[in-house]
């Protein structure tokens, strides 16, 4: 499924891939999971270790024109809509779990990419592929 398309698939689906991802990551060890809501999904599990990758958004649309052989303009929309889309999304599918997760009494804006949500946080525009794999190997051990 491409990544904008995403926000179409049914709530149903969506919980089903991503609780299906915890259900894996509390099974085995040595896993390498890659997901939008990675922190947010495997919260609280023990040895697992959660790594944001963050970058500029310049390049993130520098990396979608590239890819995808768009426009400057129309990567900035697509970026733009697909995280609109997927937030709404993913508020209203995950609404119960994120206010089990919050303090009590306390209301905690849904933010899937929050710091606090993550072990380790790697801006992929400061750090190259090989840096990026360093630090998160460094973290393993």
Same mark, same amino acid.
């Given at each position: 499924? !491409?990544? $904008?398309?995403? *926000?179409?698939?049914?709530?149903?689906?969506?919980?089903?891939?991503?609780?299906?991802?915890?259900?894996?990551?509390? &099974?085995?060890?040595?896993? #390498?999971?890659?997901?939008?809501?990675?922190?947010?999904?495997? !919260?609280?599990?023990?040895?697992?270790? !959660?790594?944001?990758?963050?970058?500029?958004?310049?390049?993130?649309?520098?990396?979608?024109? %590239?890819?995808?052989?768009?426009?400057? $303009?129309?990567? !900035?929309?697509?970026?733009? #809509?697909?995280?609109?889309? %997927?937030?709404?999304?993913? +508020?209203?599918?995950?609404?119960?779990?994120?206010?089990? @997760?919050?303090? +009590? %009494? +306390? &209301?905690?804006?849904?933010?899937? @990419? +929050?710091? *606090?949500?993550?072990?380790?946080? #790697?801006?992929?525009? *400061? %750090?190259?592929? $090989?840096?990026?794999?360093?630090?998160?190997?460094?973290?393993?051990?």
């Amino acid at each position: 499924m !491409k990544l $904008e398309m995403a *926000s179409q698939r049914p709530d149903s689906l969506t919980r089903k891939v991503d609780f299906g991802m915890r259900d894996k990551l509390k &099974q085995g060890k040595h896993q #390498i999971l890659e997901a939008w809501l990675a922190g947010f999904v495997a !919260k609280g599990l023990k040895g697992v270790l !959660k790594v944001l990758l963050v970058c500029e958004d310049s390049l993130r649309i520098d990396r979608l024109v %590239n890819r995808e052989g768009l426009t400057v $303009e129309r990567a !900035k929309e697509m970026i733009k #809509i697909r995280e609109a889309e %997927n937030t709404k999304k993913w +508020q209203r599918v995950y609404q119960k779990e994120w206010q089990l @997760w919050v303090p +009590q %009494n +306390q &209301q905690v804006p849904f933010d899937f @990419w +929050q710091p *606090s949500l993550y072990d380790l946080v #790697i801006d992929t525009y *400061s %750090n190259s592929r $090989e840096q990026t794999l360093s630090k998160v190997m460094e973290a393993l051990c």
